[in-house]
């Protein structure tokens, strides 16, 4: 893995809020609703966005629509049970001289209530399922997010907690470290951490504590 690095990129729900709750709270009500599997739709939903899982159960394109607007609404209002990733408060406002940004398949109202309702500092840099034509596990939202920061993706630390968030950022040529405890063959050689308490701050640079406190993030311009 690089070690140097001009910006940092997070994935919202799963990797620094913990949306467990309130996501499995609105699909189970989704599948009960259809006659669905509620598992195997919870299963399909993490990490994609909205209209894509609806979308792939559902093969009317006008309930598809008025589905996910219903949704989507519904997560926007309800942070029920929404908690902060341990640590993620911490380091994000120890970020807030550098480059970082978040990139969520959630839409722009849900992202914004989730974080504030967690107290997270909320980025400038803020890319939602609205912004994008193609969700994870397609490259383009940290793609888009690297340009707006103006950096180059091979240049970038993304932080990921599910299998298409982890396959977007590979795919875009950033460097990925692993929330939590998935496992699959996209997380293979990969650091993993459980949540941010592992991962200690100072200035100019990031470093996992489970890695005996090697330097896995430094400002290119902090090093002459």
């Known amino acids: 893995m690089r070690t140097q690095f001009d910006a940092i990129l997070f994935d919202m729900d799963g990797t620094l809020v913990d949306s467990t709750a309130v996501v499995e709270r609105t699909w189970r009500n989704f599948a009960a609703f259809h006659g669905l599997d509620d598992e195997t739709v919870i299963g399909h939903a993490h990490g994609r966005p909205t209209a894509e899982t609806v979308s792939f159960f559902i093969g009317n394109p006008e309930l598809a629509e008025s589905e996910t607007a219903r949704i989507t609404h519904a997560e926007s209002i309800d942070t029920d049970g929404v908690t902060e990733i341990p640590g993620a408060a911490a380091v994000l406002e120890a970020l807030a001289d550098q480059k970082w940004a978040v990139v969520t398949s959630a839409g722009t109202d849900v992202a914004r209530a989730r974080m504030k309702a967690c107290g997270l500092v909320l980025p400038e840099v803020f890319v939602t399922v609205e912004d994008i034509k193609v969700g994870k596990p397609h490259p383009e939202g940290y793609l888009l ?75 290119v311009a902090s090093v002459g």
């Open 145 to 219: 997010a690297c340009t707006r920061l103006g950096v180059d993706p091979q240049r970038c630390l993304v932080f990921e907690d599910a299998g298409p968030g982890i396959a977007a950022g590979l795919a875009s040529g950033a460097s990925v470290v692993v929330v939590g405890g998935y496992q699959g063959s996209e997380t293979a050689g990969l650091h993993t951490i459980s949540d941010f308490t592992d991962v200690v701050v100072e200035p100019g640079v990031v470093r996992l504590s489970q890695e005996n406190r090697s330097d896995l993030y430094r400002k």
